[in-house]
């Protein structure tokens, strides 16, 4: 039986994909952003971030994230990693595919910085939490980071420091 090219789309287009977009930002102190989250009774660290809307690019959808969740404006210094491997949602059935970038601050930071991982606000009842921390380059660990992806984007970008 052979199948027509719609056919074949219509199987294609059931596999879906979730494209994100984080940003690795080092302050002055080298100290790198990181997000601890509970969302969904889950919780992780990552980059701060997030997905690509309809419509979007890339670095656009970056200077949204970053403004929409700390409130910053940034400028991209050069991209970092982009997944090559199979990853699934821990969310949901969608393949991730997640692309990194370096990125520095163009206003000051105005967040409410924790010491502690997952240091959320308890008075606060709400369906996503988050928690941003600064880490000494040095001191973070790429098991410190929850998803495989981000782990390898930071063990990439440390690379990167090293030349």
Same mark, same amino acid.
């Given at each position: 039986?052979?199948? =027509?090219?719609?056919?074949?789309?219509?199987?294609?287009?059931?596999?879906?994909?979730?494209?994100?977009?984080?940003?690795?930002?080092?302050?002055?102190?080298?100290?790198?952003?990181?997000?601890?989250?509970?969302?969904?009774?889950?919780?992780?660290?990552?980059?701060?971030?997030?997905? *690509?809307?309809?419509?979007?690019?890339?670095?656009?959808?970056?200077?949204?994230?970053?403004?929409?969740? =700390?409130?910053?404006?940034?400028?991209?210094?050069?991209? &970092?990693?982009?997944?090559?491997?199979?990853?699934?949602?821990?969310?949901?059935?969608?393949?991730?595919?997640?692309?990194?970038?370096?990125?520095?601050?163009?206003?000051?930071?105005?967040?409410?910085?924790?010491?502690?991982?997952? @240091?959320?606000?308890?008075?606060?009842?709400?369906?996503?939490?988050?928690?941003?921390?600064? &880490?000494?380059?040095?001191?973070?660990?790429?098991? @410190? *980071?929850?998803?495989?992806?981000?782990?390898?984007?930071?063990?990439?970008?440390?690379?990167?420091?090293?030349?």
């Amino acid at each position: 039986m052979e199948l =027509c090219s719609f056919t074949l789309f219509i199987i294609y287009s059931m596999y879906l994909f979730n494209v994100r977009v984080y940003g690795i930002l080092v302050d002055e102190y080298d100290r790198v952003l990181i997000s601890d989250e509970r969302t969904q009774n889950v919780s992780f660290t990552k980059f701060p971030g997030g997905g *690509l809307e309809y419509g979007e690019g890339l670095i656009d959808a970056l200077k949204r994230e970053f403004l929409e969740e =700390c409130n910053m404006e940034i400028d991209i210094v050069t991209h &970092v990693y982009t997944t090559d491997f199979y990853e699934k949602s821990s969310f949901n059935n969608s393949q991730i595919l997640s692309i990194y970038y370096q990125v520095k601050a163009l206003n000051t930071v105005q967040l409410d910085i924790k010491d502690k991982p997952f @240091d959320f606000n308890a008075d606060i009842l709400v369906d996503k939490q988050e928690a941003f921390r600064l &880490v000494g380059t040095s001191v973070l660990r790429p098991d @410190d *980071l929850t998803f495989k992806t981000d782990q390898i984007a930071w063990q990439t970008f440390q690379k990167l420091l090293e030349k």
